[in-house]
């Protein structure tokens, strides 16, 4: 009995524990030694892509999260012109238009494919049964309990990283540099979503904002 109920706990851990895993990660940070903490009070927020079609939906993601934590921002995509790479003129002009006090950037600095083999999983539960050892086991409760066989495949799956940099709008230096990985890079929505509370998270607890 002590044999069946480790192989059913065993069952019910795993699925939560992948379940769990993050997708979106913080890999290293850095920041200015030479800079004083300041709370900073309104933010414009610049997505760097020549042609990334999600470049609103990151700026609007931190937008959202920055005002439900009473922090206010600008979108850059509100102010640059559709489809135009910002460049020092355009940047200057928005910081001046938003009133901004920092200036955050997102940027995609790499995506690499991945491969990786899943071995075949063969759990050989139940093994045995009879009514002597299960007696409140009937058809579907054996049903239930069995695990099936998997064969080996490979998974291929993209890694991305995108650099976030916080920068003061006055002097125009760098305050904090983040890397965060994902390996859902195609899922703009999750992602956006996960990289603003990791980063904000950062800079409430550093006192930026």
Known sequence: MRSFLLKLMGLIFIPVLFSSCETTYLVDTWHNPDSTILRHHKLLLVYISKNDSNCSLYEDGFAGELKRRGVASVSGHTLFPEG?????????????????????????????????????????????????????????????????????????????????????????????AATIQTSEPDNAVSVSKELSTIVINSFIREGLI
């Open 84 to 176: 135009k790479r910002v460049n020092r003129q355009t940047l200057a002009k928005g910081v001046e238009e938003s009133g901004a006090d920092a200036v955050l950037t997102m940027k995609k600095i790499g995506v690499e494919r991945q491969t990786t083999l899943q071995p075949d999983n063969e759990v050989i539960y139940p093994n045995y049964w009879y009514p002597g050892a299960f007696p409140r086991w009937d058809l579907y409760g054996y049903i239930d309990g069995c695990s099936y066989y998997e064969p080996p495949y490979f998974s291929i799956y993209a890694i991305a990283k995108i650099q976030v940099n916080l920068f003061d709008a006055q002097s125009g230096k760098l305050l904090r």
